[in-house]
T-cell receptor, first 112, second 110 residues
Framework: EAQVTQNPRYLITVTGKKLTVTCSQN?????MSWYRQDPGLGLRQIYY???????DKGDVPEGYKVSRKEKRNFPLILESPSPNQTSLYFC???????????FGSGTQLSVL | SQQGEEDPQALSIQEGENATMNCSYK?????LQWYRQNSGRGLVHLIL?????REKHSGRLRVTLDTSKKSSSLLITASRAADTASYFC??????????FGKGNQVVVIP
């Protein structure tokens, strides 16, 4: 089954404790992206990747890192999480940028 | 801003009725897409319409695109309780960067 798998689904952490949210897709997609969703603000892009070893900033990249060492994986790293990063996070992928996106189930992150 | 804006922001209808949502945007686009989100879950792609298309159908969904007015509409016919969700439009501009609107909430009352 074609899918984007994100883990974990829920995460509660404390300020400053490094964390990683994993994302994997099984569709051989070149394009992958991370979004955060906040009430009243819609979906905002954090980082995206056009292919292996090619990543770029989205609209709200501050406080986040990503890597794309393999085509299928695109982890999101918060080196020193802060409470303003409490949000619902989505990973998504598509064969080509700007075309149909496949979304993961989301990760609800709370930073205390 | 390329970001689409959905209208109305909230819609409540009876099961069996049609639901219509609109999306307006400000810059030229390559395509416009509609997505559905059920209570905090991942978005699901519904339909994509390209800038040279005017209308597209998929099952009970009908999407129109008017590039002269920079607007699109999504029609869901014969709505069902399972259609209760948030609906987002997303526009792909010249650089193919996808920008999402803030979404609108549709409630279908059984």
């Amino acid at each position: 089954e074609a899918q984007v798998t994100q883990n974990p689904r829920y995460l509660i952490t404390v300020t400053g404790k490094k964390l990683t949210v994993t994302c994997s897709q099984n569709m051989n997609h070149e394009y992958m992206s991370w979004y955060r969703q906040d009430p009243g603000l819609g979906l905002r892009q954090i980082y995206y990747s056009m292919n292996v070893e090619v990543t770029d900033k989205g609209d709200v990249p501050e406080g986040y890192k990503v890597s794309r060492k393999e085509k299928r994986n695109f982890p999101l790293i918060l080196e020193s999480p802060s409470p303003n990063q409490t949000s619902l996070y989505f990973c998504a992928s598509s064969q080509v940028r700007g075309e149909k996106l496949f979304f993961g189930s989301g990760t609800q992150l709370s930073v205390l | 801003s390329q970001q689409g804006e959905e209208d109305p922001q909230a819609l409540s209808i009876q099961e069996g009725e049609n639901a219509t949502m609109n999306c307006s945007y400000k810059t030229s686009i390559n395509n416009l897409q509609w997505y559905r989100q059920n209570s905090g879950r991942g978005l699901v792609h519904l339909i994509l319409i390209r800038s040279n298309e005017r209308e597209k159908h998929s099952g009970r969904l009908r999407v129109t695109l008017d590039t002269s007015k920079k607007s699109s509409s999504l029609l869901i016919t014969a709505s069902r309780a399972a259609d209760t969700a948030s609906y987002f439009c997303a526009t792909a501009g010249g650089n193919n960067r996808l920008a999402f609107g803030k979404g609108n909430q549709v409630v279908v009352i059984p």
